[in-house]
């Protein structure tokens, strides 16, 4: 089955990419022989049912969240067209910079959020100073978990009131009001001792552990190098 997936989607795309894997050691065999090769990735998870959130915070964490709030920054859940396409704007200026993420046009973010309302499928939340909004984040929700996929907000422009905090405040708090166990931040990166955005997450109080990550390239001689290189 794998090897059928990855010949029909090899012809269109230049890196398949398989994550979040609860195993690390599920389909070792099958990625091996259809030459996928595999790296090292964390991930950080918070825990949601035993202590409220805040009481996992760091204490400068915890300051800035009260002060952002005390200065008028306030958080929300999207509700409409006009803010929706707001969000979509800023985020997508401030995600210009990562090459290798891909950020999804708007239209996927009202799909997401309205297409199936009886079933909450993801979120988008705001952070919002005098109407305008200044950032935000987008959650998905399965089962149990939370899962953070994007966040990000106008950190320079607005630095007192710690917008790219509040994006990530606000789903962790939303998850916990309405009983998920866990929030998984998605990418938390490779595995160096220094990572700012995993320092970043960290200080909302999660913890991180080890998985991997399985890639195959198109390019034959580059997967070859790739595979001897990680193997």
Request: hydrophobic residues 40%; aromatic residues 16%; proline residues 3%.
């Amino acid at each position: 089955m794998l090897e059928h997936l990855t010949n029909e989607v090899s012809r269109k795309s230049f890196l398949i990419e398989f994550r979040n894997l609860e195993n690390p050691l599920f389909g070792y065999k099958a990625f091996r022989k259809n030459n996928y090769f595999a790296i090292n990735w964390l991930r950080v998870r918070n825990s949601l049912h035993s202590k409220a959130p805040y009481e996992r915070l760091s204490m400068s964490r915890r300051r800035q969240i009260n002060k952002a709030l005390r200065n008028g920054a306030i958080m929300e859940v999207a509700d409409n067209e006009k803010d929706i396409h707001d969000f979509s704007r800023m985020l997508k200026k401030a995600y210009s910079s990562q090459v290798r993420k891909h950020f999804p046009d708007i239209d996927f973010f009202r799909l997401l959020a309205w297409q199936n309302p009886e079933k909450e499928l993801a979120k988008v939340f705001l952070v919002k100073y005098k109407d305008k909004i200044i950032g935000g984040s987008i959650c998905l929700f399965s089962k149990e978990s939370a899962y953070l996929w994007f966040s990000g907000g106008m950190r320079k422009t607005y630095a007192y009131l710690y917008p790219g905090i509040l994006a990530v405040w606000a789903p962790v708090t939303y998850a916990h009001e309405k009983g998920y166990t866990h929030l998984e931040f998605m990418d938390a990166g490779l595995p160096f001792k220094k990572h700012g955005y995993r320092d970043f997450i960290l200080r909302f109080g999660g913890k991180q552990s080890s998985t991997r990550r399985w890639f195959r390239f198109s390019w034959e001689w580059l997967n070859t190098l790739l595979c001897k290189f990680y193997i």
